[in-house]
């Protein structure tokens, strides 16, 4: 479509050094030519446009002591994306590699992953290329401290909700909020994924992965692939990639490999899922500290080998562009069945689509793990209900949420394409949603 190739060439030029955000951007793009045709009234109102363009950018400085007394300063960052279906509502990234093009794709993928959730939440995303391995709790906090020193008069609960991702976890959303409540003074739902104590949501920690793997049981059952006693591999060993794991256990798959940015582990028999959560979240150690423990396991050097591993379901949990084409082709030659997403955009366009083409089924982040903003929707709202569900009515929340994200992003692939092609379906679906919204809303 003439339109559509336009406006990749648009975004082409002007945002040029971002490559993630053009390769967000273009897969989504590339979905929507099978719509617009349907929908000339999206054209005429410009709502591809405006999607593509953040509402707001906001970048600022983080100037903090270090323990040693040193001056250090870190660039912080919040694009608040879209907020046709409700606030800004996206996590906050702490990894050296965070620049605007990730935060930038990360916003964008949210504002779909928001609206099939069905919850009335917007997109955006933040963070700071603050690398928070080997701090101490006290640089941490000064550094969170400063982060709100500059974040807090751009959010609130009715305009700008930030949660945790990569880096950012209890800790840091504890010290964020503390920040925020004594610049503001105001206690509000300003921040999900906050501690129990303190207006937290039961089951938000684990969030994430469990929603994954009810996604995952969902695509598989409705292909009659039994995920009993099936092996497994997932990527990552923080909060995504543990709780997947305890899930994937729990349905009855053998989870035989786990990374961190260093290695990954394997072994054969099934791991100890206890004892990596022992090491990454407690402990904050290096995943090749298992081996103290076990000493017979496989350990080696690089994450990306861990997809040669021969697995049914490959769940990539760490981070964006782990699996490339070649790691694709691996995983169908090895046998793979289902490929799920727990971190955002973990496969390149290229193996994404050649899963597809070779009739794996794939899981898209923006449906596959989107339990974890959905239970931050459901902590706004017992916030805002001043009470707290427990764990048995937010699990049944989430995984109706979860079933009913899958119902919808496969009958919209029916409709549009390929009943199998869950791509198009997550676009299409998460589109129609907020592009009605924005065109009842005129020209804002
Ligand atoms: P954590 O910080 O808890 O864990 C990240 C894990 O991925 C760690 O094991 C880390 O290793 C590894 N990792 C991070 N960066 C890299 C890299 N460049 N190369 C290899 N490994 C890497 O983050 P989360 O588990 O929260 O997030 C993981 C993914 O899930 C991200 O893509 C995030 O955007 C996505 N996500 C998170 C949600 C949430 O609720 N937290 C919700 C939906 C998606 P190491 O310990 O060595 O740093
Ligand atoms: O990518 C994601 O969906 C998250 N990091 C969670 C966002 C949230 O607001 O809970």
Known sequence: MEYISEL??????????????????????????????????????????????????????????????????????????????????????????????????????????????????????????????????GEIMRFCQSFMSELYRHIG?????????????????????????????????????????????????????YGLLYFLKAMCDDHGFDLKDRIAIISGSGNVAIYAAYKAKELGLRVVAMSDSSGYIYDPQGLDIDLIKEIKEVKRERI?????????????????????????????????????????????????????????????????????????LYGPAKAANAGGVAVSGLEMSQNSLRLSWDKDEVDLKLQSIMNNIYQNVSKTAQKYGDGDNLIIGANIAGFLKVAEAMRLQGVV
């Not at 279906?85 to 605007?100: E, T």
């Not at 949501?201 to 992965?209: F, P, V």
């Not at 964006?320 to 030659?333: G, I, P, R, W």
Request: with cysteine; charged share 25%.
């Open 8 to 137: 990749k060439k648009k975004i082409l030029s002007r945002d040029k050094s971002e490559p993630e955000f053009i390769q967000a951007t273009s897969e989504v793009l590339d979905s929507l030519s099978l719509v617009l045709n349907d929908h000339p009234e999206y054209i005429k109102s410009g709502v591809v446009e405006r999607l593509i363009e953040p509402e707001r950018q906001i970048i600022f400085r983080v100037p903090w002591v270090d323990d040693a007394g040193i001056v250090r300063v870190n660039r912080g960052y919040r694009v608040e994306f879209n907020s046709a279906i409700g606030p800004y509502k996206g996590g906050l990234r702490f990894h050296s590699s965070v620049n605007l093009g990730i935060i930038k794709f990360l916003g964008f993928e949210q504002v779909f992953k928001n609206a099939l959730t069905g919850l009335p939440m917007g997109g955006g995303k933040g963070g700071s290329d603050f690398d928070p391995h080997g701090k101490s709790d």
């Open 157 to 209: 609960q009715f305009k700008d909700v930030p949660a945790g991702d990569i880096g950012v976890g209890a800790r840091e959303i504890g010290f964020l909020f503390g920040q925020y409540k004594r610049l503001a003074n105001e206690y509000s739902g300003v921040l999900t994924g906050k501690g129990l104590s303190y207006g937290g949501s039961l089951l938000r920690t684990e969030a994430t992965g």
């Open 288 to 360: 090749k500290t298992y081996l103290d423990t076990y000493k017979d396991v496989q350990y080696h050097e690089g994450s990306k080998d861990i997809w040669k591993i021969k697995c049914d379901v490959a769940l990539p949990c760490a981070t964006q562009n782990e699996m490339d084409l070649e790691d694709a082709k691996e995983l169908v030659l090895n046998g793979v069945k289902a490929v799920c997403e727990g971190a955002n955009m973990p496969l390149s366009n290229e193996a994404a689509n050649y899963l597809v083409r070779s009739r794996v």
